[in-house]
């Protein structure tokens, strides 16, 4: 029996986190296939992340304007639901700003999310730092699939 605060009470929903990444695109494949099969909700989160940390203050590192993110956005909301678009799924987008990992929690206890997916880092720095995948592992609150 499911304790009164963690008992389903609508179909079931499954959040995937996207950046435009190889490995994004392919949780985005397997999260809309989780959803078809389990008749349930799919959102797709996108967090854009403040110029902050490592990098930022370099010549390399590239400002975007507040409407070049919204831009970028925009973009990456449409090629998610081209991708999901022939399965039927029913798909939200969602565009967040911040640290990604808070932002994808945030958005996971908005929607009550049953499962959490997402890509694995190809970064060499998260081997350090630990990633998004990891943190989200940690955290214990969903379980997480991490695609390859």
């Not at 490995?23 to 854009?48: F, H, K, N, P």
């Not at 992340?49 to 990098?55: D, I, K, Q, S, Y």
């Amino acid at each position: 029996m499911w304790p009164p605060d963690l008992a389903p009470d609508g179909p079931p929903s499954i959040l995937v986190g996207v950046d435009g990444s190889t490995t994004s695109e392919r949780a985005v494949w397997y999260a809309a296939g989780l959803a078809r099969r389990q008749r349930a909700t799919l959102t797709a989160v996108y967090v854009v992340r403040p110029a902050v940390g490592l990098g930022a203050g370099s010549p390399t590192a590239v400002a975007l304007s507040p409407q070049a993110k919204a831009e970028l956005a925009d973009e990456i909301g449409r090629e998610t639901e081209e991708l999901v678009r022939e399965l039927g799924v029913p798909t939200a987008f969602v565009a967040a700003f911040g640290d990604p990992f808070t932002e994808v929690c945030r958005v996971a206890e908005e929607v009550r999310a049953d499962a959490v997916v997402v890509g694995a880092s190809a970064r060499a720095l998260h081997r350090l730092l630990g990633s998004l995948a990891v943190r989200l592992v940690k955290a214990g609150r969903w379980p997480v699939t991490v695609v390859p």
